[in-house]
């Protein structure tokens, strides 16, 4: 660890110090991240792949883009799928209990008039697969919880999350009618938590998250005997439909030609708002550009802002611009992601080979709360990057209560405190800055 | 930097990893810190040092750590101030304007029916003093903000809190009649912020903090002209009363006379609950003796829970503690505090001295965010224990959001997150432990 002494001589003497605190001043002064993702939030709200207000969110970041001056704004057009939740979906333990519920994202929708049909509870992809005739006509409830006791959530839900992925294909297999999945969080809450599953080569059945109450509720009736639950989902899926990521930038004062890459994803579930999932990740790179832009900052390389569309069920957006980067005439130096929540930043991940080198960044870095470059780096959107040579960096806010809102109603503005979210800008508009300027430290 | 491997082997290989994974298993899963601060902040709530909150408080933590198998279970009696804040205080501008404030922690009362005077806006303590002739009869309004572009909230809050601390002295030097202060935050809501003032030689007169959207509409009120207030506050300094630390211990195997004491304070503002400041420390120590006493740890040195009382406004209990452990015929051996709220960790401070052998310690500790010790350690409750001797410790929690809430009606348990709380005590468990099993290493 550097002493501070140290850490503050090291600021000072590094060229691109000066630019880097005129922008961390400006930041905390204007907070523009959360004045962006205020509005998108709240004038847009939840944007699922296909839907009116994903094209509208589209239109808002092109706007946004081209007020803040941004070189070649566009849209880069891909195809996406186009799942429609319906009204009224709903779900009545023993005719009388509702259960805080919400459809899975993909899933088919119940027949009209709704399943209604005994319970069985299981832990695993695997008991569900084993359970036979003992499935036969049952909904089958998968409520095995996150570990608490890992200190990640990440950890947590990589180890439950098959469940809401593949809960309906194991299930399917047992000749179930539906499935009902715990959702993936660690809040007390009985907000249910929606997120993407995908269908086997089986029937497809319907599938909808539990609130955690509703859970708990759920596997006490269950364990008395005799639970049967009506499950109304008015879901479906439509056709393909166009839309498109969104792109802008500062062109490159000498290497025009080598890209940094730096953005989130656009689409988020319909539950909420997509403030934490991923606003935040867009209104960052948004806010990084916007800084650069009004302190009339002129990088090397060229810092281009994209706007992914369909991380959350398909990942199209980040397909196609993988497809565009193959192809194109330029390099892309590197790729830069955020789609962990606006809290507060933590750490960088960056492809291992250059972990080592990118130490030297650190004391530029350390006042938007980055401590540490870990390996790792390729996210959803940015990995595919990765095969175009790029250097790929994540950043890695504090995790502990990004499931709480995840996917559920509860992902909305007032849960992002202004500061933290610009801290990540910064940390984002800083390693971008660094890259472009001193990139080649890295080689 | 480690790496996960390395870092992974040295928590293995060392001999109180089990003891450190045990309590994490045991916290994370419990979560026994929110319980007893939820407890503590809705049974008792706020507990300004001499009120019978904070009589209720005192015998709460008694009975907590006799319920938990604490030894030695005690109070350790001191006298307080003995500020009561009254009912109906209340300010009106040009009599029709509410704004939103409250009594600063120490400050008389006005006359009966209030004072009605116009106000002078200052920046500085120094500007104030030299007001002269017109600050005579005025109510002097101090309105410097917090610098919102430093990334460490603490450093804003030091470079504003002497307004607040010293504004009525500075102001009643030029013949003012109130003082009204900017809140001391960088939160955007109207909550105003109480916290401790003092008076000098002079005249004494009134103080309260001003919520910062009434302080905006106030600045605004007097750029026009014929600002106006009628300020009533019917606080009052009453004799001081006999209060109390708590303490309860769990006695050294080995040197049961080597001491390393945790805690935060007891006391609180009565804006709010207390919940940030600082139940959440008194229930992080709380709760690391009780995963020890739980799992039948039993520690080489004796480690003991201090809740101070009246760090708020005397720090009566800390001298109290500091007088016996002058002349106690057991070492202090450490002094643990954390007085920073219940946010997720992300460093101890500790005495310099001890810093670079501490190093060897992190890997033990960075599942619960500690990345790393800085020079420090010194807090107000445990920072008198330095005189002994005792090796000093600071919980470091992220501070973003601190001041959102600190001394005002907004410090409540839903502004924290079971785990990061959580975090800390495990952090503040772990270090204690290391302390006792390992301190020989630091010397």
């Not at 092109?62 to 429609?84: D, I, T, Y």
């Not at 297999?173 to 660690?186: D, I, P, Y």
């Amino acid at each position: 660890m550097l002493s501070l002494l140290v850490a503050t001589a090291l600021f000072q003497q590094n060229p691109n110090a000066d630019a880097i605190l005129a922008m961390r001043k400006k930041g905390l002064t204007e907070l523009g991240a959360y004045s962006m993702l205020d509005e998108l939030t709240s004038k847009i709200g939840g944007r699922v792949s296909g839907s009116p207000e994903a094209a509208k969110a589209v239109l808002w970041v092109v706007k946004k883009l081209e007020q803040m001056g941004a070189e070649n704004v566009q849209q880069m057009p891909c195809m996406v799928p186009h799942w429609v939740r319906g009204k009224g979906e709903r779900a009545t333990l023993n005719t009388v209990h509702p259960l805080s519920i919400t459809a899975l994202g993909g899933s088919v929708g119940t027949p009209k008039g709704g399943i209604d049909a005994e319970l069985v509870e299981v832990q695993s992809l695997k008991e569900a697969e084993e359970l036979g005739e003992r499935g036969k006509g049952k909904i089958v409830f998968f409520n095995r919880p996150f570990d608490p006791t890992l200190p990640q959530t990440f950890a947590a839900y990589g180890g439950a999350n098959d469940q809401r992925v593949g809960g309906a294909t194991a299930a399917a297999k047992s000749g179930a009618v539906a499935v009902l999945v715990r959702s993936m969080t660690l809040a007390k809450d009985d907000a249910p938590h929606t997120g993407a599953m995908r269908y086997g080569d089986g029937p497809k059945i319907p599938a909808a998250a539990l609130g955690i109450q509703s859970a708990e509720m759920l596997s006490a009736a269950i364990k008395k005997g005799g639970a049967k639950v009506k499950l109304v989902l008015n879901c479906q899926n439509l056709p393909d439909v166009p839309s498109a990521n969104v792109l802008g930038e500062i062109k490159g004062s000498e290497k025009p030609d080598e890209v940094i890459v730096m953005g989130g994803h656009l689409d988020s579930w319909d539950t909420g708002k997509g403030a934490h999932d991923d606003g935040a990740g867009v209104t960052q790179a948004m806010e990084a550009l916007r800084l650069m832009r009004a302190l009339n900052l002129k990088p090397k390389r060229t810092i281009r802002v994209v706007a992914w569309m369909n991380e959350e069920n398909g990942g199209r957006g980040a397909k196609a611009y993988a497809e565009y980067a193959k192809t194109a005439k330029e390099k892309h130096f590197a790729a830069m992601e955020s789609d962990s929540g606006g809290f507060m930043p933590r750490a960088f991940g960056i492809s291992e080979d250059k972990l080592e080198k990118a130490k030297a960044w650190l004391p530029l870095l350390q006042d938007f709360g980055i401590e540490k470059f870990v390996a790792g780096g390729g996210d959803a959107d940015n990995g595919p990057l990765g095969a175009v040579g790029a250097i790929l960096c994540a950043l890695q806010p504090d995790n502990q209560r990004y499931f709480d809102y995840h996917h559920a109603r509860t992902d909305t503005i007032d849960k992002v405190n202004p500061r933290e979210l610009e801290m990540g800008a910064l940390a984002m508009a800083s390693l971008a800055w660094l890259l472009s300027e001193d990139g080649d430290s890295l080689k």
